[in-house]
């Protein structure tokens, strides 16, 4: 990383200099819009033709719906939870979103990818959504509000480089993976990106910086988690054929009910009493976990998955948050290791034992390879985002909010 | 109910205070989790073929995500409203959403059961959670938390069995009841079985102790009453015949204008000024009432329904929690029986004037059947859970948060 | 409007007298309510026939219920910034939309308008509410609240009137005028209809009373405004037919994202630092906007559309009030000017851009005339209901509300 830093430092600090003045950048992002707005094409038509294929489409669209539902309420809300940092969070969230989401539909409009209907196309750029969202929760509170845009910007490439070569085995390198809700390209893919981010990005004035959690705000995070878990089938089925998705979504259900119970039950047995972040957070995980195999598991396959990822997941708050904590919870703010990560990956994993005729190879080069682009990738986009600067006061909306208390 | 005391007390008490130790309580109820993960076999397939049966499981599906909107999001945050209680309200709905769902399924799975599509089922299932969040409010505030995973595991079956006897008319002991939104079986059914549960579990030191209501909770209460007012018409079509869905919908948004229109003018009437708390909660009896007749009446009769149903639910609200507030408020939390409980009855009677060729006498009976079954299934259930002992402190999250200023 | 007030200020004062003692006022009432209910007859059923035309209606009844969920909880939330005055801002809601959806849809079942399937003609019904909450965000804050019923059954003659000339071009006067989405006939309407009606209500001590913003509530208002950022393109393709929709919504979402990434821009350039207020509010311009021309644009112009609109709204937001303050802002509680009317007619000019072969001098006469008959039909309105007269103390549950700290 050291070359990296150097090679930057010489080339980029300067130009990032002159764009620091807000009149600058302030151009500098709206030119970028401009052109984003002017080279999103009309998108490719669906090749299907008929009535029956605009109702398959709809029906895409109200899953749609129900992603775009977790994207901004779901994570924003969970996201509350950092002490006066409210505010950031949810602008920070709408921002995300609204970068992603058009420059994504822009790149795909271009030669090499292949040809879909407008909703799938949407949806997949929800799918990358969710994976910046949760990168974006690893280095919570620890960047200016603008640099989410960059964060983003820098993202997309890189998640889409992934989605080619893991999803799409578009140099038929990895084989066919069995990652239908995306547990690890979207998952574990969006947790190690930020957390390698993160680990660029933070100071040693971070470290000492404690985050303080905000009591009044846990039923706005216990929303949140409500939010993800009511549409997370709609997430892990969006693009299942119509006639698989009543089991899929089923196995969906049945793995956040065996999280859920396994959240509380460990929570319990390891801290003695309940913690409403455990359930907020671990309650997902089994969400998270089903995604590689949503469509294969059986039902009862589906709930062991889940209660073992809400039991990992709830370990890792109780557990490394307590051992670690200095070091861990400044380099994640949100734990997304111990909700996309570990869940994720496990979650992958999981399909060698289900998916009868897995390509075991495929499925354990494809998590590799996801591992290491979002760790290098992440590192890359820590670095060049913590050139434009630090805010002054961390985890606070002070300094960039009006009328802040 | 004191042979029964006895019975239980002699049996049942020992095997308890061995599992009151937490750690073989917990090894208690994870192995019953992972019996439930296992025994969950692959759901029965719908028998129809082809892709418009799937296009019209994917639109029940649609439903079914409305309903999980309106059990966690809708009757969670409407039991908010106990002062620093709210951690274990929305606590306790997850658990009970999480422990009825895979084995009210794994249940339906045994050979006596008809065989229905995936989605059919666990529209079904839901169903029967909305019953017993609904059974839960009435005691909310004065069991543990892992009280609340016993109270679902018990209510299961004596639902099933009143589902099966009513809806299915499984023995011909009753004919065809109309009661295709559930204001019998699941509203009223679920009102008196967690009202007879709180007669069984209320000690006089909870007749002392006042339930304080928390002010600053208030939206969050009307946020939780604005879910299940928007998706009420997604509960009570869920099953209903593709063709009869917008007559159905339409009557049930009617009869909520009918009761949130009553509920403002009735609670203005006899309080002098609006309370906030008949807003939240009678302003949907409407929903509740039409259940019954919902795709039978014609939108005026809905309408009139709801009006009705609105007004005599906020007079419960107003009129019998002023009188008798010792009495009626310790033992019914939420109030169920003015929303859910007199709302349900009133709805099933109303189908003798508005239902052309019901048979009156099956009605009656199917009323009669559920009242009596779910009385004496709620007093039985309330013994059991008391065994396992009560909280220290009751309507409070402190002894079983972390946290908790 | 001196004649009209003296008019009016001999016949109706007295007669309002009479009815302002509660007991007369809420008989009145409930008779009114009464009447609703037997006069709305089995609504028309669709012509189209079969289970294709079936499914067809249950996919637009799901986009109904995206809309209810805009109506109670988009709306009702983002108008609880007023400090103290929340529960009346969320009874407001549940009270216009419990009185316009039944009025509605008994007036259409008069002959003279054309006939529809139920959902169809339930979404024009939700397309009115949606028109007077706008309206209604205007005064907000300075009316009783049984006065908000009243509002509310004076607005839909008026609703209708101008849906009848301008979208249905009943008199053949206007054209064919381009407003899938009703940035003209809904947004523009209501928002002017608002502001007139406002004008005829406020008194020189309204000018004198500054509305105080909550800042403890800006995370219900971010809520707010998610669900009706998230459900906004169910609202404008609600109509639109089955082979449109995927086009129509991935326009309106990147006008969406257009707006929001404008209006982060311009809060910042305008202020100096970002206000939680531009972010929840101007951020839907784009939704509004977009209306117009969300079936004709392509995916570029409509992330144009949105940005300049999200621009306008937070210039309106920030300088206008800013600088008229005091007039502004008492005029128009929720600046739905900025939110609703400028971006409204902002989008139906861009039609004439953006819709090739688009009636110029339709859209433009539509324009006119929407933007006449609101100004006309709110001074009027604000007129009767400032007769049934003010309260005592604005901007403030106290008055009306149990148990208010």
């Known amino acids: 990383m050291c070359n990296l830093n150097t090679l930057l430092s010489s080339q980029t600090k300067q130009i990032v200099n002159l764009m620091r003045h807000k009149g600058i950048l302030s151009k500098f992002i ?5 052109f984003i707005g002017c080279s999103v094409q009309l998108l490719a038509q669906s090749n299907e033709s ?3 294929s605009s109702i398959l489409q709809v029906q895409q669209y109200d899953r749609a719906i129900h992603i775009m539902a977790m994207l901004l ?5 969970l996201m509350v939870f950092v002490k006066k940092y409210g505010r950031s969070a949810l602008t920070a969230t709408f921002l995300l979103v609204s970068i992603l989401l058009p420059v994504y ?19 997949l750029a929800e799918f990358g959504a969710a994976s910046l969202l949760i990168a974006a929760g690893a280095i919570l509170g620890r960047i200016k509000i603008f640099q989410y845009i960059i964060l983003g910007l820098l993202f997309i490439p890189f998640y889409i480089l992934n989605e080619l070569i893991v999803v799409e085995d578009y140099f038929h390198v990895i084989g066919k993976v069995a990652d239908t809700g995306g547990s690890i390209v979207i998952h574990a893919f969006g947790a190690l990106f930020g957390i390698a981010a993160a680990v660029s990005l933070t100071t040693k004035k971070d470290m000492e910086t404690p985050i303080q959690s905000d009591a009044t705000t846990d039923k706005y ?4 988690s409500m939010v993800l878990w009511i549409f997370w089938p709609s997430f892990c089925s969006a693009l299942v054929p119509v006639e698989a998705i009543p089991h899929t979504v089923v196995n969906v259900f049945l793995a956040l009910c065996g999280s859920t119970l396994a959240t509380y039950i460990a929570s319990v047995a390891i801290r003695g009493k309940v913690s409403i972040a455990d359930i907020a957070n671990a309650a997902l995980a089994g969400g998270v976990a089903i995604g590689a195999t949503c469509d294969f598991a059986t039902h009862g396959q589906a709930m062991i998955i889940g209660a073992i990822a809400g039991t990992i997941s ?13 070091f861990h919870q400044i380099i994640d703010t ?17 399909a060698i034992v289900v998916v009868e005729g897995l ?3 495929a499925q354990l080069k494809g998590i590799a390879f996801t591992v290491a682009l979002a760790v290098v990738a992440g590192l890359f986009t820590g670095k060049v985002v913590s050139l434009f600067g630090r805010p002054k006061e961390i985890y606070n909306d002070f300094a960039e909010f009006q009328d802040v208390e």
């Open 314 to 326: 709830t370990i890792g708050f109780a557990k490394l948050q307590d051992k670690q904590q200095k």
């Open 73 to 77: 309420i779901g994570f924003g809300f």
């Open 30 to 34: 709206f030119v970028t819009l401009f």
């Open 50 to 52: 008929g009535q029956i």
């Open 105 to 123: 539909l822009s790149i795909k409009t271009l030669g090499i990818f292949e040809s879909r209907g407008e909703i799938e196309q949407f949806i």
């Open 334 to 350: 949100c734990g997304v290791s111990n909700l996309h990560g570990i869940p994720g990956i496990f979650g992958g994993l999981a």
């Open 221 to 224: 995070s216990i929303l949140g």
């Open 359 to 361: 390509d075991i190879s």
